[in-house]
């Protein structure tokens, strides 16, 4: 039983390039949230996709920043035109969100580093 | 705005001794408090959680404690060996509905042997 998976694990990316990362869910999981994490830091809730919709994106930077989780295929964070204020370790998380579960499990997360 | 503090930031401890960390929340709509351990590197990882309708569970050296009045909640460990070393995450969230999880700012626990 896969865990959540985050791919790439380490990305390292030039001021103005694009970054992309990809999250899948735990096997029976819908529910995807991001986190962001600065170094020394705590989690900071970014968005929370259920497939194809955007539930709640209240943490999302307004600009730069979005996030999908299509039909198929995983979960995808996108950072265009990326700062070194980027650079962080960001954790995907799901849940399956049946009644009152709402235990979320984390991926291995995937550390940014803008040069 | 929905926030979660936690205390302390660092706390070091005598292998075998107890550690507690506390935390308060300030959205009284919240019912749902995980914790997570984060080794160095490493993913969180759920270590307890507990629902509003109980004021303590347990779970081998680890037990959490509720008090929804005060808005409080604390992480008891017990026993402490080397490998409970690292920084612990509480969080509140409001459970049922589409809810995010907020997260406090950690606390780094170390155990001395």
């Known amino acids: 039983n896969a865990g959540v998976m985050q791919n790439p694990r380490h990305l390292v990316r030039r001021r103005g390039q694009e970054a992309r990362l990809r999250c899948s869910p735990m096997?029976?999981?819908?529910?995807v949230y991001w986190y962001r994490q600065l170094p020394e830091e705590g989690l900071k809730f970014m968005v929370y996709?259920?497939?194809?919709?955007?539930?709640?994106e209240s943490g999302m930077p307004k600009e730069r920043f979005s996030a999908e989780f299509p039909k198929e295929g995983p979960s995808i964070l996108r950072i265009q035109q990326v700062v070194r204020g980027d650079s962080a370790a960001y954790f995907c998380a799901s849940s399956r969100r049946e009644g009152r579960t709402d235990t979320q499990y984390f991926g291995p997360g995937t550390r940014l580093t803008v040069l | 705005g929905e926030n979660v503090e936690q205390h302390p930031s660092t706390l070091s401890v005598q292998e075998g001794d107890s550690a507690v960390i506390k935390c308060t929340y300030s959205?009284?709509?919240?019912?749902?408090f995980p914790w997570y351990k984060q080794e160095l590197g490493k993913r969180p990882q759920l270590i307890i959680d507990i629902r509003s309708n109980v004021g303590e569970k347990k779970d081998q050296r680890i037990a959490v404690t509720l008090n929804k009045t005060a808005k409080h909640f604390s992480l008891h460990i017990t026993e402490t060996q080397p490998e409970d070393s690292a920084v612990y995450f509480c969080?509140?969230?409001?459970?049922?509905?589409?809810?995010?999880?907020?997260f406090g700012s950690g606390t780094r626990l170390s155990i001395r042997p």
């Open positions: 996709l259920q497939k194809e919709n955007i539930i709640d």
């Open positions: 969080a509140a969230s409001k459970g049922s509905s589409a809810s995010k999880i907020i």
């Open positions: 959205d009284s709509a919240s019912n749902y």
């Open positions: 096997k029976g999981h819908s529910h």
